[in-house]
Protein backbone atom coordinates (compact mmCIF):
# COMPACT_ATOMS: atom_id res chain seq x y z
CA UNK A 1 0.00 0.00 0.00
CA UNK A 2 1.48 3.45 -1.05
CA UNK A 3 1.38 6.56 0.43
CA UNK A 4 1.33 9.81 -2.22
CA UNK A 5 2.36 13.31 -0.51
CA UNK A 6 -0.07 15.66 -1.15
CA UNK A 7 1.84 18.69 0.32
CA UNK A 8 4.62 19.64 3.01
CA UNK A 9 1.84 18.39 6.01
CA UNK A 10 -0.53 15.55 4.03
CA UNK A 11 -0.10 12.47 2.53
CA UNK A 12 -3.04 10.43 1.13
CA UNK A 13 -3.93 6.50 1.67
CA UNK A 14 -5.35 6.00 -1.90
CA UNK A 15 -8.62 4.50 -2.31
CA UNK A 16 -8.18 0.75 -2.90
CA UNK A 17 -10.43 -2.17 -2.57
CA UNK A 18 -13.35 -2.01 -0.01
CA UNK A 19 -12.30 1.11 0.83
CA UNK A 20 -15.26 3.78 0.88
CA UNK A 21 -12.92 6.85 0.77
CA UNK A 22 -9.13 7.97 1.06
CA UNK A 23 -7.20 8.11 4.18
CA UNK A 24 -5.47 11.24 4.92
CA UNK A 25 -2.50 11.31 7.17
CA UNK A 26 -1.03 14.65 8.68
CA UNK A 27 2.56 14.30 8.89
CA UNK A 28 6.42 15.64 7.75
CA UNK A 29 8.88 14.08 5.66
CA UNK A 30 10.75 12.50 8.75
CA UNK A 31 7.90 11.72 10.66
CA UNK A 32 6.21 9.69 8.06
CA UNK A 33 9.31 7.24 8.16
CA UNK A 34 8.16 5.73 11.42
CA UNK A 35 4.52 5.69 10.32
CA UNK A 36 5.22 3.89 7.64
CA UNK A 37 7.64 1.34 10.02
CA UNK A 38 4.78 0.89 11.75
CA UNK A 39 2.22 0.37 9.53
CA UNK A 40 -0.50 2.00 11.65
CA UNK A 41 -1.20 3.95 8.06
CA UNK A 42 -3.27 0.33 7.49
CA UNK A 43 -5.10 0.53 9.98
CA UNK A 44 -6.34 4.27 8.37
CA UNK A 45 -7.45 1.94 5.30
CA UNK A 46 -9.17 -0.34 7.39
CA UNK A 47 -11.40 2.36 9.04
CA UNK A 48 -12.31 3.69 5.36
CA UNK A 49 -13.61 0.66 4.28
CA UNK A 50 -16.67 0.83 7.63
CA UNK A 51 -20.47 1.88 6.53
CA UNK A 52 -21.57 5.45 6.58
CA UNK A 53 -17.90 6.96 6.82
CA UNK A 54 -17.60 10.72 5.38
CA UNK A 55 -15.26 12.23 3.73
CA UNK A 56 -11.80 10.66 4.58
CA UNK A 57 -10.07 8.51 7.16
CA UNK A 58 -7.71 10.73 9.11
CA UNK A 59 -4.77 10.04 11.17
CA UNK A 60 -2.79 12.85 12.83
CA UNK A 61 1.19 13.10 13.36
CA UNK A 62 1.35 11.07 16.38
CA UNK A 63 0.10 7.76 15.22
CA UNK A 64 0.88 4.91 16.00
CA UNK A 65 -0.68 1.26 16.08
CA UNK A 66 -3.83 0.96 18.08
CA UNK A 67 -6.85 -1.60 18.65
CA UNK A 68 -8.64 -1.36 15.56
CA UNK A 69 -8.65 2.04 14.78
CA UNK A 70 -4.72 3.67 14.90
CA UNK A 71 -4.27 6.16 17.61
CA UNK A 72 -4.13 9.40 16.42
CA UNK A 73 -7.09 8.32 14.12
CA UNK A 74 -10.25 10.37 13.38
CA UNK A 75 -13.28 9.00 11.52
CA UNK A 76 -16.94 10.77 11.37
CA UNK A 77 -20.25 8.59 10.16
CA UNK A 78 -23.52 9.52 9.31
CA UNK A 79 -25.18 10.10 12.26
CA UNK A 80 -28.60 8.31 10.32
CA UNK A 81 -26.61 5.92 8.66
CA UNK A 82 -23.25 5.24 10.05
CA UNK A 83 -22.04 2.99 12.59
CA UNK A 84 -20.65 3.38 16.48
CA UNK A 85 -17.16 1.38 17.21
CA UNK A 86 -15.74 0.72 20.58
CA UNK A 87 -12.23 0.47 18.60
CA UNK A 88 -12.91 3.53 17.51
CA UNK A 89 -12.40 5.20 21.08
CA UNK A 90 -10.36 2.83 23.14
CA UNK A 91 -10.23 1.17 26.18
CA UNK A 92 -9.57 4.62 28.23
CA UNK A 93 -12.55 6.47 27.20
CA UNK A 94 -12.17 9.96 27.58
CA UNK A 95 -8.32 9.64 28.66
CA UNK A 96 -7.89 13.34 28.45
CA UNK A 97 -5.69 15.84 29.46
CA UNK A 98 -6.30 19.32 31.92
CA UNK A 99 -4.34 22.19 32.70
CA UNK A 100 -4.72 25.09 35.10
CA UNK A 101 -2.72 28.12 35.47
CA UNK A 102 -1.75 30.00 38.73
CA UNK A 103 -0.59 33.41 39.80
CA UNK A 104 3.31 31.86 40.82
CA UNK A 105 6.61 32.24 39.30
CA UNK A 106 9.04 29.50 38.51
CA UNK A 107 11.43 31.66 40.62
CA UNK A 108 8.88 31.80 43.58
CA UNK A 109 8.96 27.91 44.35
CA UNK A 110 12.00 26.39 42.64
CA UNK A 111 13.89 26.27 46.24
CA UNK A 112 10.29 24.35 47.45
CA UNK A 113 10.40 21.63 44.24
CA UNK A 114 11.38 18.50 46.33
CA UNK A 115 8.88 19.01 49.17
CA UNK A 116 5.63 19.51 46.19
CA UNK A 117 7.10 16.51 44.12
CA UNK A 118 7.12 14.32 47.35
CA UNK A 119 3.56 15.40 48.29
CA UNK A 120 2.12 15.06 44.91
CA UNK A 121 3.39 11.84 45.26
CA UNK A 122 2.37 11.24 48.61
CA UNK A 123 -1.50 12.43 48.27
CA UNK A 124 -2.63 11.83 44.40
CA UNK A 125 -3.05 7.83 44.46
CA UNK A 126 -1.30 6.12 41.12
CA UNK A 127 -0.38 3.28 39.80
CA UNK A 128 -2.30 0.13 38.51
CA UNK A 129 -6.25 -0.74 40.13
CA UNK A 130 -4.73 2.37 42.35
CA UNK A 131 -7.72 2.93 44.64
CA UNK A 132 -8.24 6.66 46.16
CA UNK A 133 -10.06 8.38 49.19
CA UNK A 134 -14.08 8.52 47.61
CA UNK A 135 -16.19 5.20 48.69
CA UNK A 136 -18.97 5.47 46.11
CA UNK A 137 -22.33 3.58 46.89
CA UNK A 138 -23.74 2.65 43.94
CA UNK A 139 -25.97 5.16 43.82
CA UNK A 140 -24.07 7.79 44.18
CA UNK A 141 -21.92 6.04 41.26
CA UNK A 142 -24.70 6.66 39.07
CA UNK A 143 -24.59 9.71 39.73
CA UNK A 144 -21.22 10.91 38.60
CA UNK A 145 -22.07 8.13 35.82
CA UNK A 146 -25.50 10.73 34.68
CA UNK A 147 -23.70 14.18 35.96
CA UNK A 148 -19.60 14.11 35.07
CA UNK A 149 -17.46 17.53 36.49
CA UNK A 150 -20.76 18.47 38.51
CA UNK A 151 -21.03 15.99 40.41
CA UNK A 152 -17.65 16.44 42.06
CA UNK A 153 -18.04 20.33 42.12
CA UNK A 154 -21.73 19.87 43.68
CA UNK A 155 -19.16 17.91 46.80
CA UNK A 156 -17.27 21.18 47.07
CA UNK A 157 -14.51 20.12 44.53
CA UNK A 158 -14.27 22.77 42.71
CA UNK A 159 -15.93 25.81 40.84
CA UNK A 160 -18.80 26.62 38.65
CA UNK A 161 -16.05 28.35 36.70
CA UNK A 162 -14.40 24.52 35.55
CA UNK A 163 -17.75 23.45 34.35
CA UNK A 164 -17.58 26.62 31.61
CA UNK A 165 -14.04 25.50 30.91
CA UNK A 166 -14.56 21.81 30.47
CA UNK A 167 -15.35 20.28 26.57
CA UNK A 168 -18.86 19.69 26.80
CA UNK A 169 -19.40 21.29 30.21
CA UNK A 170 -17.79 18.04 31.66
CA UNK A 171 -21.17 16.12 30.96
CA UNK A 172 -22.30 13.79 27.82
CA UNK A 173 -25.96 14.22 28.42
CA UNK A 174 -27.02 11.31 26.71
CA UNK A 175 -25.04 8.76 29.97
CA UNK A 176 -27.10 5.76 30.78
CA UNK A 177 -26.15 3.74 33.61
CA UNK A 178 -28.45 1.07 33.09
CA UNK A 179 -26.23 0.31 30.40
CA UNK A 180 -23.52 -0.07 32.60
CA UNK A 181 -22.19 -3.86 33.41
CA UNK A 182 -21.82 -4.50 37.72
CA UNK A 183 -18.58 -5.51 36.80
CA UNK A 184 -17.89 -1.58 35.66
CA UNK A 185 -19.74 -0.76 38.56
CA UNK A 186 -17.86 -2.47 41.01
CA UNK A 187 -14.04 -1.65 39.64
CA UNK A 188 -15.41 2.64 39.44
CA UNK A 189 -16.74 2.55 43.03
CA UNK A 190 -12.77 2.95 44.47
CA UNK A 191 -11.13 4.63 41.74
CA UNK A 192 -12.53 8.00 41.40
CA UNK A 193 -9.94 10.72 42.47
CA UNK A 194 -6.49 8.37 41.42
CA UNK A 195 -4.39 8.60 38.48
CA UNK A 196 -4.15 5.73 37.19
CA UNK A 197 -1.14 3.89 35.11
CA UNK A 198 0.61 3.99 32.20
CA UNK A 199 1.21 7.47 30.78
CA UNK A 200 -0.88 9.33 33.25
CA UNK A 201 0.48 12.05 34.81
CA UNK A 202 0.43 15.03 36.89
CA UNK A 203 3.08 17.72 35.55
CA UNK A 204 4.16 20.73 37.24
CA UNK A 205 5.63 22.94 34.62
CA UNK A 206 6.57 26.79 33.59
CA UNK A 207 5.57 28.95 30.51
CA UNK A 208 8.72 29.17 28.71
CA UNK A 209 8.05 30.93 25.50
CA UNK A 210 4.48 32.63 24.32
CA UNK A 211 3.99 32.81 20.28
CA UNK A 212 0.47 34.32 20.49
CA UNK A 213 0.11 36.99 23.22
CA UNK A 214 -3.36 37.88 22.61
CA UNK A 215 -4.73 34.70 22.33
CA UNK A 216 -2.30 33.55 25.88
CA UNK A 217 -4.15 36.83 27.13
CA UNK A 218 -7.28 35.24 26.81
CA UNK A 219 -6.50 32.06 28.58
CA UNK A 220 -4.54 33.87 31.04
CA UNK A 221 -1.33 32.57 31.04
CA UNK A 222 2.07 34.37 30.41
CA UNK A 223 5.70 33.65 30.35
CA UNK A 224 7.48 32.16 33.65
CA UNK A 225 4.03 31.11 35.05
CA UNK A 226 3.47 28.19 36.89
CA UNK A 227 1.29 25.41 35.34
CA UNK A 228 -0.51 22.04 36.37
CA UNK A 229 -1.31 19.25 33.62
CA UNK A 230 -3.13 16.76 34.69
CA UNK A 231 -3.53 13.52 32.26
CA UNK A 232 -5.70 10.54 33.67
CA UNK A 233 -8.67 8.75 32.16
CA UNK A 234 -12.09 6.79 33.34
CA UNK A 235 -10.11 3.94 34.89
CA UNK A 236 -11.04 0.43 35.35
CA UNK A 237 -14.80 1.50 34.53
CA UNK A 238 -13.91 2.68 31.24
CA UNK A 239 -11.60 -0.10 30.54
CA UNK A 240 -14.55 -2.81 31.81
CA UNK A 241 -17.37 -0.54 29.24
CA UNK A 242 -15.13 -1.29 26.38
CA UNK A 243 -14.04 -4.39 27.01
CA UNK A 244 -17.68 -5.40 27.84
CA UNK A 245 -18.96 -3.95 24.25
CA UNK A 246 -15.82 -5.00 22.24
CA UNK A 247 -16.99 -8.64 22.80
CA UNK A 248 -20.84 -7.42 22.25
CA UNK A 249 -20.21 -5.98 19.07
CA UNK A 250 -17.89 -8.74 17.89
CA UNK A 251 -20.68 -10.98 18.33
CA UNK A 252 -23.57 -8.87 16.81
CA UNK A 253 -21.30 -7.43 14.00
CA UNK A 254 -21.74 -11.00 12.05
CA UNK A 255 -25.07 -10.96 12.01
CA UNK A 256 -25.08 -7.88 9.82
CA UNK A 257 -23.59 -9.83 6.90
CA UNK A 258 -20.55 -7.43 6.44
CA UNK A 259 -16.73 -8.45 6.04
CA UNK A 260 -14.58 -6.87 8.58
CA UNK A 261 -10.68 -6.26 7.52
CA UNK A 262 -10.07 -6.53 11.67
CA UNK A 263 -12.29 -8.14 14.39
CA UNK A 264 -11.02 -5.15 16.26
CA UNK A 265 -13.19 -2.79 14.27
CA UNK A 266 -15.95 -4.72 15.35
CA UNK A 267 -19.76 -2.34 15.39
CA UNK A 268 -23.22 -1.25 15.35
CA UNK A 269 -24.92 1.18 13.69
CA UNK A 270 -25.39 4.28 15.21
CA UNK A 271 -28.97 4.29 15.81
CA UNK A 272 -29.74 0.38 16.09
CA UNK A 273 -30.29 -0.63 19.56
CA UNK A 274 -26.86 -2.15 20.15
CA UNK A 275 -25.42 1.11 19.21
CA UNK A 276 -26.91 3.39 21.26
CA UNK A 277 -26.08 1.04 24.27
CA UNK A 278 -23.05 1.29 23.83
CA UNK A 279 -23.36 4.74 23.23
CA UNK A 280 -25.21 5.95 26.26
CA UNK A 281 -22.72 3.44 28.16
CA UNK A 282 -19.40 5.24 26.83
CA UNK A 283 -20.78 8.77 27.46
CA UNK A 284 -21.04 7.42 31.25
CA UNK A 285 -17.57 6.55 31.27
CA UNK A 286 -16.75 9.91 29.76
CA UNK A 287 -18.54 11.28 32.38
CA UNK A 288 -16.68 9.51 35.10
CA UNK A 289 -13.40 10.52 33.43
CA UNK A 290 -14.79 14.25 33.75
CA UNK A 291 -15.29 14.11 37.37
CA UNK A 292 -12.23 12.39 37.69
CA UNK A 293 -9.99 14.77 36.56
CA UNK A 294 -12.23 17.65 38.32
CA UNK A 295 -11.15 15.63 41.59
CA UNK A 296 -7.67 15.11 41.00
CA UNK A 297 -7.16 18.86 39.96
CA UNK A 298 -9.11 19.68 43.95
CA UNK A 299 -6.92 17.41 45.43
CA UNK A 300 -3.75 18.96 43.92
CA UNK A 301 -4.78 22.53 44.51
CA UNK A 302 -5.53 21.40 48.36
CA UNK A 303 -1.41 19.90 47.87
CA UNK A 304 0.10 23.46 46.51
CA UNK A 305 -1.64 25.20 49.45
CA UNK A 306 -0.73 23.10 52.32
CA UNK A 307 2.95 22.40 50.63
CA UNK A 308 3.69 25.72 49.84
CA UNK A 309 2.17 27.60 52.84
CA UNK A 310 -0.33 30.34 50.77
CA UNK A 311 -3.71 31.55 50.48
CA UNK A 312 -5.93 30.19 47.53
CA UNK A 313 -5.61 34.00 46.69
CA UNK A 314 -1.90 33.94 46.18
CA UNK A 315 -1.87 30.78 44.34
CA UNK A 316 -4.94 31.28 41.98
CA UNK A 317 -5.03 28.32 40.29
CA UNK A 318 -7.44 28.49 37.44
CA UNK A 319 -8.71 26.04 34.74
CA UNK A 320 -7.39 26.86 31.24
CA UNK A 321 -9.50 23.93 29.82
CA UNK A 322 -10.13 20.12 29.75
CA UNK A 323 -10.01 18.32 26.71
CA UNK A 324 -10.46 14.12 26.23
CA UNK A 325 -8.85 12.32 23.63
CA UNK A 326 -11.31 9.06 23.17
CA UNK A 327 -14.81 9.56 22.89
CA UNK A 328 -17.34 8.96 19.50
CA UNK A 329 -19.83 12.44 20.06
CA UNK A 330 -22.59 13.65 17.90
CA UNK A 331 -21.69 16.65 16.30
CA UNK A 332 -22.92 19.12 13.36
CA UNK A 333 -20.33 19.65 11.09
CA UNK A 334 -20.67 21.57 7.21
CA UNK A 335 -20.31 18.82 4.48
CA UNK A 336 -20.39 19.64 0.92
CA UNK A 337 -22.14 23.25 1.95
CA UNK A 338 -24.69 21.89 4.37
CA UNK A 339 -24.90 21.00 7.88
CA UNK A 340 -25.21 17.73 8.85
CA UNK A 341 -25.07 15.34 12.05
CA UNK A 342 -21.89 13.26 12.67
CA UNK A 343 -20.48 10.76 14.95
CA UNK A 344 -17.09 11.65 14.93
CA UNK A 345 -15.09 9.44 16.28
CA UNK A 346 -11.30 10.80 17.87
CA UNK A 347 -8.91 8.38 19.02
CA UNK A 348 -5.81 9.68 20.33
CA UNK A 349 -7.00 13.14 18.93
CA UNK A 350 -8.30 16.15 20.14
CA UNK A 351 -11.16 18.77 19.37
CA UNK A 352 -9.68 21.43 17.75
CA UNK A 353 -12.68 24.12 17.48
CA UNK A 354 -12.50 27.58 15.54
CA UNK A 355 -13.37 31.29 16.96
CA UNK A 356 -16.87 32.28 17.12
CA UNK A 357 -17.99 27.93 17.52
CA UNK A 358 -21.27 28.42 19.92
CA UNK A 359 -19.50 24.94 21.86
CA UNK A 360 -16.73 26.97 22.76
CA UNK A 361 -17.34 28.75 26.49
CA UNK A 362 -18.11 32.83 25.66
CA UNK A 363 -14.71 33.87 27.29
CA UNK A 364 -12.66 31.71 24.31
CA UNK A 365 -15.23 32.28 21.27
CA UNK A 366 -12.80 34.97 20.14
CA UNK A 367 -9.66 33.03 19.89
CA UNK A 368 -11.18 29.28 19.76
CA UNK A 369 -10.92 26.27 21.97
CA UNK A 370 -8.05 26.24 24.38
CA UNK A 371 -5.68 22.92 22.43
CA UNK A 372 -3.51 20.71 25.33
CA UNK A 373 -0.57 18.95 23.87
CA UNK A 374 1.70 16.95 26.54
CA UNK A 375 4.56 16.06 25.43
CA UNK A 376 7.05 12.89 27.30
CA UNK A 377 8.06 14.15 30.25
CA UNK A 378 11.60 15.30 29.61
CA UNK A 379 11.02 17.62 26.92
CA UNK A 380 7.91 19.86 26.53
CA UNK A 381 4.13 20.56 26.06
CA UNK A 382 2.25 22.93 23.78
CA UNK A 383 -0.63 24.85 24.08
CA UNK A 384 -2.62 25.43 21.06
CA UNK A 385 -5.78 26.64 19.82
CA UNK A 386 -8.26 25.65 17.50
CA UNK A 387 -9.13 26.91 13.98
CA UNK A 388 -11.66 26.92 10.53
CA UNK A 389 -9.01 25.34 8.87
CA UNK A 390 -9.74 21.95 11.26
CA UNK A 391 -13.37 22.56 10.83
CA UNK A 392 -13.09 22.64 7.50
CA UNK A 393 -11.00 19.61 7.19
CA UNK A 394 -10.81 17.30 9.86
CA UNK A 395 -13.98 17.39 11.18
CA UNK A 396 -12.47 20.29 14.11
CA UNK A 397 -9.72 17.60 15.08
CA UNK A 398 -5.91 17.63 15.92
CA UNK A 399 -3.47 15.85 17.35
CA UNK A 400 -3.69 14.62 21.11
CA UNK A 401 0.49 13.72 22.10
CA UNK A 402 4.01 12.91 21.11
CA UNK A 403 2.74 10.14 19.99
CA UNK A 404 4.88 6.54 20.61
CA UNK A 405 7.79 5.21 18.69
CA UNK A 406 8.40 2.62 20.77
CA UNK A 407 6.75 -0.07 22.41
CA UNK A 408 6.66 -0.55 25.71
CA UNK A 409 8.71 -3.84 26.00
CA UNK A 410 10.92 -1.94 23.39
CA UNK A 411 11.12 0.78 25.90
CA UNK A 412 12.36 -1.41 28.74
CA UNK A 413 14.83 -3.18 26.53
CA UNK A 414 16.25 0.30 25.64
CA UNK A 415 16.54 2.04 28.95
CA UNK A 416 18.64 -0.93 30.54
CA UNK A 417 21.61 0.43 32.32
CA UNK A 418 20.55 3.71 32.20
CA UNK A 419 19.08 6.14 35.14
CA UNK A 420 15.86 7.73 33.64
CA UNK A 421 14.97 9.26 36.83
CA UNK A 422 18.55 11.14 36.82
CA UNK A 423 18.74 11.86 33.32
CA UNK A 424 15.60 13.87 33.76
CA UNK A 425 17.21 15.47 37.17
CA UNK A 426 20.18 16.60 35.18
CA UNK A 427 17.91 18.43 33.06
CA UNK A 428 15.81 20.10 36.11
CA UNK A 429 13.10 17.69 36.43
CA UNK A 430 12.21 15.94 39.42
CA UNK A 431 9.81 12.87 38.76
CA UNK A 432 8.31 10.03 41.34
CA UNK A 433 6.77 7.17 39.97
CA UNK A 434 4.60 4.05 40.88
CA UNK A 435 6.02 0.64 39.61
CA UNK A 436 9.52 -0.96 38.37
CA UNK A 437 8.92 -0.16 35.02
CA UNK A 438 7.39 2.44 34.77
CA UNK A 439 9.74 4.80 33.83
CA UNK A 440 11.72 2.84 31.63
CA UNK A 441 8.19 2.12 29.44
CA UNK A 442 7.53 6.16 29.81
CA UNK A 443 10.86 7.09 28.77
CA UNK A 444 11.40 10.16 26.77
CA UNK A 445 13.01 8.04 23.22
CA UNK A 446 9.51 5.96 23.65
CA UNK A 447 8.11 8.93 22.30
CA UNK A 448 8.04 10.92 18.77
CA UNK A 449 9.52 14.93 18.77
CA UNK A 450 6.37 16.90 19.94
CA UNK A 451 7.81 19.91 18.51
CA UNK A 452 7.74 17.86 15.21
CA UNK A 453 4.52 16.90 15.86
CA UNK A 454 2.74 20.25 16.75
CA UNK A 455 5.18 21.94 13.72
CA UNK A 456 3.02 19.30 11.83
CA UNK A 457 -0.35 20.64 12.75
CA UNK A 458 0.77 24.06 13.20
CA UNK A 459 2.09 24.43 9.64
CA UNK A 460 -1.12 22.50 8.61
CA UNK A 461 -2.87 24.88 9.65
CA UNK A 462 -5.52 22.47 12.16
CA UNK A 463 -4.68 24.26 15.06
CA UNK A 464 -2.51 27.12 16.08
CA UNK A 465 1.01 27.27 18.51
CA UNK A 466 0.12 29.63 21.65
CA UNK A 467 2.72 28.83 24.15
CA UNK A 468 5.16 26.11 24.98
CA UNK A 469 5.51 24.55 28.20
CA UNK A 470 8.44 23.36 30.07
CA UNK A 471 8.03 20.18 33.00
CA UNK A 472 9.76 20.67 36.45
CA UNK A 473 7.76 18.11 38.32
CA UNK A 474 6.04 14.83 37.40
CA UNK A 475 4.17 12.58 38.88
CA UNK A 476 3.86 9.26 37.11
CA UNK A 477 1.54 6.42 37.51
Not at 286 to 311: D, P
Not at 394 to 422: E, Y
Request: hydrophobic share 35%; net charge positive; charged share 25%.
Amino acid sequence: MELIKIDNYRWEVPKTGSMRVSGIIYSSDSLIKNIKKDDAFKQVANVATLPGIIKSSFAMPDIHWGYGFPIGGVAAFDWENGIISPGGVGYDINCGVRLATTSLEEKEIRYRLEGLANALYRNIPSGVGSTGSIRLSTKDEKKVLRQGSLWAINQGMGEDADIEHTEDSGCMKNADPDTVSDRALERGKKQLGTLGAGNHFVEVGVVETVYDNETAAHYGIFEGQVTVMIHSGSRGLGYQVCDDYLAFMTRHVKKLGFELPDKQLSYAMIQSKEGRQYYNAMACAANYAWANRQVLMHRTRSIFLKELGISPRDLNMNLVYDVCHNIAKKETHVIDGREKAVCVHRKGATRSFAPGHKAICESYRDVGQPVIIPGDMGTCSYILSGTQKAMEETFGSTCHGAGRVLSRKAAKKASKGRSIHRELEDKGILVRWTGRSTLAEEMPDAYKDVSQVVDVVHGAGISKKVAKLRPIVVVKG
